[in-house]
């Protein structure tokens, strides 16, 4: 892949918008009156991301009419302890709002305490439930939301319906559990803990979630895709030389997460999940329509596609990296077997680059490139595809030596930027003035920031509303994430096998370890510097 040279001035192109009919806020807004019910009430993820966007679902008038949200965990606090604490959250969470006591979305709030393994506290919280829904006139649908470790994911299931907290699909009103992710950690605790899932409940009342799959520029993915005839008809083996996928960080761990992290590593953190939903948005074929079903049976015919890998394989075509001890801006940073909660002889990865192939019609021979790592140069998310040179390289120089950069083969490459600077860029070649024809590659990009002057929700604030509504085209399926699992263990048992990594074996704040660039041997293909990215 070559690397753009950057154009003096104003350059890509000027976004026209053409605006459309907005059916409004009443069209998607969650009608069903309900009572969410939060279990790992006081967690950070509560307070970072679920209320903030409740607030925010409030504010813009998504939610129903009457509703009430029920904190459940072990810390005993009353009503008003917890009312308080969620406030202070949301002003740090919403900087420049006044979010004043008596908002009605803080008044919506109760708090139950209770231990996810005792069947005891779940009676308290059913008659607790049963009483503020009859203050409330709510008819009992409800939304459980399952923030706590995976450990108690069996519990609270096993506790939910054992205390009748579940109804039937069939029943009037409705119930429905989000479960946060990881959702197993091989594939055999995923299809035992699918099994837990569909013991208790119908797939259409689970919604696993992956918080990527909320992010506006993923979702645009496919409505970059389908919506425009002028691509989609390129996305193939025969037009695209391979296809990067990059979620890079420079946050390493931060707070207490060593110890999670520890026994996780980039594999099970990011790749099982958010990036080979990614994976799944690029590769897979246009499903019939924009609803779960078809969506989800699409993204598991291309899951399937990913063959598992033998140790070979996976010797040959993966790259693990975990970071060193290093220094920025005069600081000492830490390296990953320093942290807190971390084991200092861990053999854990912080870093990990990946060369796929999809056995399917439209991919086959195609190098699917995955990178994705903390401490690196710059947080960065992208896909990159890159397609083939022209057949002939008529505009190759064959004069002096000086000129022969502007020489060398290109490919067009299109990026979309997940974050930060969400985006799309195409690079094309054209001539430069001159009476000489010399090619020099150029950019055109939007940026969303420039074309929409809206506010994008954040991914928690569009998956909460898809729950409210019933519409899991944005979650995970049972058999998705089984055949992502089926790939990822392969992986990690061919690892179980092999030599331990020599770690560390890269600095903090650069790409990764240089030993991933052997992936893309014999391909056109170059790992994007992540500080131009
Ligand atoms: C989480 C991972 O799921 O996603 C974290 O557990 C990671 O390790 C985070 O930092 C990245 O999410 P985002 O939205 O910041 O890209």
Not at 88 to 95: D, E, F, K, N
């Amino acid at each position: 892949m070559s690397t753009p040279v950057p154009v003096r001035g104003k350059t890509g192109v000027s976004i026209k918008r053409t605006e459309g009919p907005d059916p409004g806020v009443e069209a998607i807004r969650a009608k069903d009156p309900v009572t969410i019910v939060i279990f790992g009430a006081s967690g950070d993820l509560a307070k970072r991301k679920l209320l903030p966007a409740l607030y925010h679902l409030h504010c813009g008038g998504y939610l129903p009419e009457r509703y009430a949200v029920v904190g459940f965990s072990r810390t005993r606090l009353s009503d008003d302890a917890y009312r308080d604490s969620m406030l202070t959250a949301l002003h740090a969470q919403v900087p420049g709002e006044t979010i004043a006591a008596d908002h009605p979305i803080v008044q919506a709030l109760y708090y139950q305490p209770g231990d996810a393994d005792d069947p005891q506290t779940f009676q308290a919280l059913r008659s607790r439930l049963e009483k503020i829904e009859q203050e409330r006139g709510l008819p009992g649908n409800r939304l459980f939301y399952l923030s706590v470790a995976p450990e108690f994911f069996p519990l609270i299931l096993e506790n939910l319906a054992a205390a009748g907290l579940i109804r039937q699909k069939s029943d009037a009103v409705w119930s429905r559990v989000i479960i946060e992710k990881p959702f197993g950690t091989d594939l055999a605790s995923a299809r035992a803990l699918n099994a837990i899932v569909a013991a208790t409940l119908d797939e259409s009342q689970i919604y696993r979630i992956d918080h990527y799959l909320g992010k506006e520029t993923v979702q645009n993915i496919l409505s970059f895709r389908f919506g425009n005839s002028i691509f989609e008809p390129l996305f193939n083996q025969k037009y695209v030389d391979n296809v990067q996928i990059t979620v890079a960080e420079e946050l390493g761990m931060e707070g207490r997460r060593g110890a999670y992290y520890d026994g996780a590593g980039t594999i099970r953190d990011m790749v099982q999940n958010h990036i080979l939903q990614l994976f799944c948005l690029i590769a897979m074929e246009p499903p019939s329509a924009l609803e779960a079903q078809a969506i989800r049976d699409e993204k598991v015919k291309v899951l399937r596609a990913l063959v598992p890998m033998t140790r070979k394989e996976v010797a040959a075509n993966t790259v693990r990296g975990q970071y060193g001890m290093g220094e920025k801006g005069g600081q000492v940073v830490k390296g990953y077997r320093q942290e807190d909660g971390v084991d200092p002889q861990s053999i854990t990865e912080t870093f990990l680059a990946l060369r796929m192939k999809v056995d399917n019609w439209r991919w086959a021979g195609v190098p699917f490139f995955l990178r994705s790592g903390k401490r690196l140069a710059k947080r960065v998310s992208e896909i990159v595809v890159e397609f083939k040179q022209p057949p002939l390289h008529l505009f190759r120089y064959l004069g002096d030596k000086d000129d022969a950069i502007v020489a060398r083969p290109m490919s067009n490459v299109i990026v979309m930027r997940i974050q930060p600077d969400e985006g799309i860029s195409l690079s094309i070649a054209c001539k430069q003035p001159g009476m000489r024809i010399h090619l020099q590659e150029v950019e055109m990009d939007f940026f969303y920031g420039e074309a929409f002057h809206e506010r994008s929700p954040e991914a928690y604030e569009r998956l909460l509303l898809d729950a409210l509504r019933g519409d899991a085209s944005l979650f995970t399926r049972s058999d998705e994430v089984e055949y992502s699992w089926r790939f990822v263990t392969a992986i990690l048992d061919a690892w179980a096998d092999l030599p331990p990594p020599g770690f560390p074996n890269y600095y903090p704040f650069s790409d990764g370890p240089d030993e991933a660039n052997r992936l893309l041997a014999g391909t056109q293909a170059r790992w994007r510097p992540l500080r131009e990215s």
